[in-house]
């Protein structure tokens, strides 16, 4: 039973690692991709001192591949990388039945996304 949960726990941290490498792998291309549009462009693609900031008005720019819109949803996906790693290491926890780090990852979680809705509605 114990070498079951030793390898459960070896394969989490494997996903772990490929969520942070593919996660900041995805959101690189997507910024560069961004980037590469602003410099083609040679403009953000919105009017002087009118770019969006919530999120689907973002959306909405980067499905009309407006170069500053795509370049906030490759932040958008870089910010969100760590978050998904919170949220898989609170089921490793779970499954390593380690309930004080479950819970004390899980404030983690509350606490980043407290911060999220108050960055959205503040």
Do not use: C
């Amino acid at each position: 039973m114990n070498q079951k949960i030793k390898q459960e726990t070896k394969d989490i941290e494997l996903i772990i690692g490929k969520i942070l490498r593919v996660g900041v792998f995805v959101a690189a291309a997507v910024i560069l991709a961004g980037l590469a549009m602003f410099l083609i462009e040679g403009t953000g693609g919105y009017p002087a001192n009118a770019h969006p900031s919530r999120p689907a008005a973002i959306i909405q720019g980067a499905i009309a591949l407006k170069p500053y819109a795509v370049l906030m949803v490759g932040l958008f996906l870089l910010i969100l990388t760590p978050v998904l790693r919170v949220v898989v290491s609170i089921y490793a926890f779970f499954k390593e039945q380690d309930w004080l780090y479950t819970w004390i990852t899980t404030a983690v979680l509350v606490i980043l996304i407290g911060a999220m809705v108050i960055g959205y509605f503040g």
